[in-house]
């Protein structure tokens, strides 16, 4: 008999547990309102910094002057979240005025450093006017990263285009603007 009462009371102890678990289990749902808002941001990075092109003279009549080195010290950030997939933005390059005589050439490389996404593609080496030229095309929702070491490395150079039309100059000061687009 007491075996039968314990298993009573085990009985119903049990009961009222898988009633609590029972009860328990129950579902609901809720609505999680997201806004993503369409974002296109550049900036290059070190931003305080001008380029400057020095030309040496020669040492000796008969010699042309020495072309500046490439200058490797710039670096494209940006970061984009478009409306649909396509069609992709690009980034174009244009300077202000020219300059008589050489051509200022631009050069991005391939996205490096921490960013993801679907970063651009370079197109290569550009021969920059006063009209936008584009440099790095498909660029989808993406990030470069921040400052250097992050993103495009631009190399920008100067080419003679004709020697007979230099003419001296000092501290002649030319802008380059970076677009970004779609």
Known sequence: MI???????LGVFLFFCSTMFLSAQTTGSR???VNLSEVALLDVEPAMTAISFN???PTEAGRPLTIPAVNTTKWLNYTSAIKTTT???SVSAQIDQT???LFIKLQASAASGSGGGTRGTPVGKVTLTTLPTTIITGIGGAYTGNGINNGH???ISLEMDDYK??????NKIITVTY???N
């Open 3 to 9: 075996f039968s009462s314990i298993q009573y009371v």
């Open 179 to 181: 677009t970004i687009s």
């Open 55 to 57: 030309f040496l003279a």
């Open 31 to 33: 609505n999680i309102n």
């Open 99 to 101: 300059f008589s005589g």
């Open 153 to 155: 490395l631009l190399s």
């Open 165 to 170: 039309k230099l003419v001296q100059t000092t």
């Open 87 to 89: 069609p992709a933005r």
